[in-house]
């Protein structure tokens, strides 16, 4: 095994980061439009990646958040109603972008009565007009169950719904206290129940205590669910309040989670230290549609 780094991390979690024109070009139009990034508020390792290559998560509902999960970055406490304007701005620039494949995810906001899900649906329904070719992913909070708040989500026509279990259920009550292991499983088995066509997706850290078997029970509850894709990356504290890493994974033992979640029967997968739930979204969602192990 790689040793460590004088940082702590393993050789494997160092890369360089890349700068240029396109990733300053992107940074700037996020910037002016008053908009919020979960590749940026989150840290996420493949920002200056996905900058550069003119693409970006665009995170609505403002950037302050009602839970406090105990491995995410994002700021606790909302601030205020949803902005009415937002919708529009990040239209305009999955526009200006000339973006093919937006994606489009939001802070947890259990203050509102539908947690969002009305300004998730006008937020799509605005893309879709700036641009109607455009491929839309939403990556969406658990709404706390909301059954209609989900159905609002579904009826505005996403091509992926995303929704990320983040991690195994005996570790729920220390990395998402706030969240329930069989309400988020649920939530994915409602959008198939609403719309069996509409390609469901989730998202996994590891490095947090977890066993094989343990996420060999998630992918097994997940395929349950019929759930299309899965993504699996590596746990990376954000500060030193956050959670510990416990393990660093090296890249053989994601490789053979990779397979382990195909034999469950996902119809596309990325495992990588560096995957995050939106990394190569497009390059996912066509390989689960050209797939389509769990489509009916």
Same mark, same amino acid.
């Given at each position: 095994?790689?040793?460590?780094?004088?940082?702590?991390?393993?050789?494997?979690l160092?890369?360089?980061?890349?700068?240029?024109?396109? $990733?300053?070009?992107?940074?700037?139009?996020?910037?002016?439009?008053?908009?919020?990034?979960?590749?940026?508020?989150?840290?996420?390792?493949?920002?200056? @990646?996905?900058?550069?290559?003119g693409?970006?998560?665009?995170?609505?509902?403002?950037?302050?958040?009602?839970?406090? &999960?105990?491995? &995410?970055?994002?700021?606790?406490?909302?601030?205020g109603?949803?902005?009415?304007?937002?919708?529009?701005?990040?239209?305009?620039?999955?526009?200006?972008?000339?973006?093919? $494949?937006?994606?489009?995810?939001?802070?947890?906001?259990?203050?509102?009565?539908?947690?969002?899900?009305?300004?998730?649906?006008?937020?799509?329904?605005?893309?879709?007009?700036?641009?109607?070719?455009?491929?839309?992913?939403?990556?969406i909070?658990?709404?706390?169950?909301?059954?209609?708040?989900?159905?609002? #989500?579904?009826?505005?026509?996403?091509?992926?719904?995303?929704?990320?279990?983040?991690?195994?259920?005996?570790?729920?009550?220390?990395?998402?206290?706030?969240?329930?292991?069989?309400?988020?499983?649920?939530?994915?088995r409602?959008?198939?129940?609403?719309?069996?066509?509409?390609i469901?997706?989730?998202?996994?850290?590891?490095?947090?205590?977890?066993?094989?078997?343990?996420?060999?029970?998630?992918?097994?509850?997940?395929?349950?669910?019929?759930?299309?894709?899965?993504?699996?990356?590596? $746990?990376?504290?954000?500060?030193?309040?956050?959670?510990? #890493?416990?393990?660093?994974?090296?890249?053989? @033992?994601?490789?053979?989670?990779?397979?382990?979640?195909?034999?469950?029967?996902?119809?596309? #997968?990325?495992?990588?230290?560096?995957?995050?739930?939106s990394?190569?979204?497009?390059?996912? $969602?066509?390989?689960?549609?050209?797939?389509?192990?769990?489509?009916?």
């Amino acid at each position: 095994m790689t040793r460590p780094s004088r940082t702590g991390k393993p050789a494997w979690l160092k890369r360089r980061l890349p700068t240029g024109g396109s $990733y300053e070009k992107i940074r700037k139009l996020v910037a002016c439009s008053g908009l919020s990034t979960v590749c940026q508020e989150a840290m996420c390792p493949n920002q200056f @990646e996905c900058f550069g290559k003119g693409t970006a998560t665009f995170m609505i509902l403002g950037d302050h958040c009602t839970r406090d &999960c105990r491995f &995410c970055a994002v700021q606790h406490g909302p601030k205020g109603p949803p902005d009415p304007g937002e919708p529009e701005r990040v239209a305009h620039a999955v526009a200006t972008m000339q973006l093919h $494949y937006a994606v489009i995810t939001s802070v947890t906001r259990d203050d509102l009565p539908d947690g969002g899900a009305a300004h998730f649906a006008a937020t799509i329904a605005a893309v879709r007009k700036a641009v109607p070719e455009v491929l839309i992913e939403v990556l969406i909070p658990d709404l706390q169950g909301d059954l209609k708040a989900l159905k609002t #989500v579904i009826d505005a026509a996403p091509d992926v719904l995303n929704h990320n279990m983040e991690t195994v259920e005996r570790l729920y009550p220390t990395v998402r206290p706030q969240a329930i292991y069989r309400r988020s499983l649920e939530l994915l088995r409602n959008v198939k129940t609403i719309q069996p066509k509409m390609i469901t997706k989730s998202g996994i850290m590891v490095g947090l205590g977890e066993t094989v078997q343990e996420l060999e029970q998630l992918f097994a509850d997940l395929a349950a669910q019929q759930c299309d894709i899965l993504t699996i990356g590596q $746990y990376l504290q954000p500060s030193d309040t956050h959670l510990e #890493v416990a393990r660093f994974v090296p890249p053989e @033992e994601f490789d053979e989670l990779e397979c382990k979640a195909n034999a469950a029967g996902f119809a596309a #997968v990325a495992s990588a230290p560096f995957v995050r739930s939106s990394y190569q979204a497009e390059t996912l $969602y066509m390989q689960a549609r050209q797939t389509g192990a769990n489509f009916p």
